[in-house]
């Protein structure tokens, strides 16, 4: 399966947007490698701060600071351009106006080509944050809420999952060769160890997963989303008999 996702072409901007922290390594952490290895310049949009993720009582108060130096640690081995940190709560609701407008005024910002978020599965910020992306990239190339920055139509938008595997997945990009960037990358979430048990071996079990579907050794999945819709020349359409 090709992924038609990678590029070599350098100064490709792409944009992440993630719920929390981790996400960004978990549901597409290779592939943001890869691209980075390609030329791109990866950006990260996070809403959640991480205040849910202390493993004892006596934490609670130091657990978002922690994760402050999780994070750029886990960018860094990404080689993410940069990153925006919204200081949403991790069980927040994110199918809101506020957050709309956030995903507007990053694509506006950044002006990437491609977008990556979640898939409308796994748990409450995932699932709500997926309700508003699609419609919000979309939107971002109107001619409207300018106070948001220059209008930008972005090309494509993959999505992706976190805990629940991709079904029927679109593309499966070949990350065979930065598989080992995406580990050391969640190993500097070490906060996250515990909070989500054995996260490491759920991440290669995954990842050979999508990569056996696809011929490869590691893979990372994800489908296309239709928001955004594909411009072509009438003589590309395909042609069917039925």
Not at 203 to 210: M, T
Request: aromatic content about 8%.
């Amino acid at each position: 399966m090709a992924s038609g996702i990678a590029t070599r072409e350098k100064g490709t901007r792409v944009l992440a947007i993630c719920a929390h922290d981790d996400d960004e390594v978990i549901g597409v952490g290779g592939t943001l490698r890869s691209l980075v290895t390609a030329g791109a310049d990866v950006t990260t949009l996070i809403f959640a701060n991480g205040n849910e993720g202390y493993q004892r009582l006596a934490e609670r108060d130091l657990i978002v600071k922690r994760r402050v130096r999780e994070r750029a640690k886990a960018q860094r081995i990404l080689g993410t351009r940069g990153y925006i940190v919204r200081e949403c709560h991790d069980f927040e609701n994110l199918d809101r106006e506020d957050v709309y407008r956030e995903v507007m005024r990053a694509v506006r910002a950044v002006r990437p080509q491609l977008v990556f978020s979640h898939l409308p599965t796994d748990y409450l910020a995932h699932r709500t944050l997926a309700q508003v992306v699609p419609e919000a990239v979309w939107q971002a190339g109107w001619l409207c809420s300018l106070e948001l920055g220059r209008p930008w139509s972005v090309n494509r938008l993959y999505l992706f999952s976190v805990l629940e595997l991709v079904a029927k997945p679109s593309h499966i990009v070949d990350i065979s060769a930065t598989f080992a960037d995406k580990l050391r990358a969640m190993r500097a979430y070490r906060s996250q160890h515990e909070v989500v048990p054995d996260i490491l071996n759920q991440i290669e079990a995954r990842a050979r997963v999508y990569g056996a579907m696809a011929g490869v050794r590691y893979g990372e999945a994800f489908r296309r989303s239709q928001a955004i819709p594909v411009v072509c020349r009438a003589a590309d359409l395909p042609v069917s008999r039925c």
